[in-house]
Nanobody, 119 residues
Framework: QVQLVESGGGLVQPGGSLRLSCAAS????????MGWYRQAPGKQHELVAA???????NYADSVKGRFTISRDNTKNTVYLQMNSLKPEDTAVYYC?????????????WGQGTQVTVSS
């Protein structure tokens, strides 16, 4: 089992920055691929950024060049640095941990943190 707790959301003006954190506990954090997803009202759940156990990263086209995902395995924490925020980044952001061993996939979610970009 993995427990995930997000923090760092809030209200920010367009062009501003926020850093989200997701603290994990309960299992071997370093073996999990970690991701940040978001869901805005009336829109589909979407992948924002992901980082593998080997630290390979990928990003949604809409955030490339503005967001950076990173992980600190010594702190069991994954981060999402969000710069040049836009109103369309407003959403609830969720942390995800996923690991596949043989044919079994373990998949865990945090409770979400609200990010609002507005003047």
């Amino acid at each position: 089992q993995v427990q995930l707790v997000e923090s760092g959301g809030g209200l920010v003006q367009p062009g501003g920055s926020l850093r989200l954190s997701c603290a994990a506990s309960g299992s071997i954090f370093s073996s999990y691929a970690m991701g940040w997803y978001r869901q805005a009202p009336g829109k589909q759940h979407e992948l924002v950024a992901a980082i593998t156990s080997g630290r390979s990263t990928n990003y949604a086209d809409s955030v490339k060049g503005r967001f950076t995902i990173s992980r600190d395995n010594t702190k069991n924490t994954v981060y999402l640095q969000m710069n040049s925020l836009k109103p369309e980044d407003t959403a609830v952001y969720y942390c995800n941990a996923k690991r596949t061993i043989a044919t079994m996939t373990s998949n865990y979610w945090g409770q979400g943190t609200q990010v609002t970009v507005s003047s």
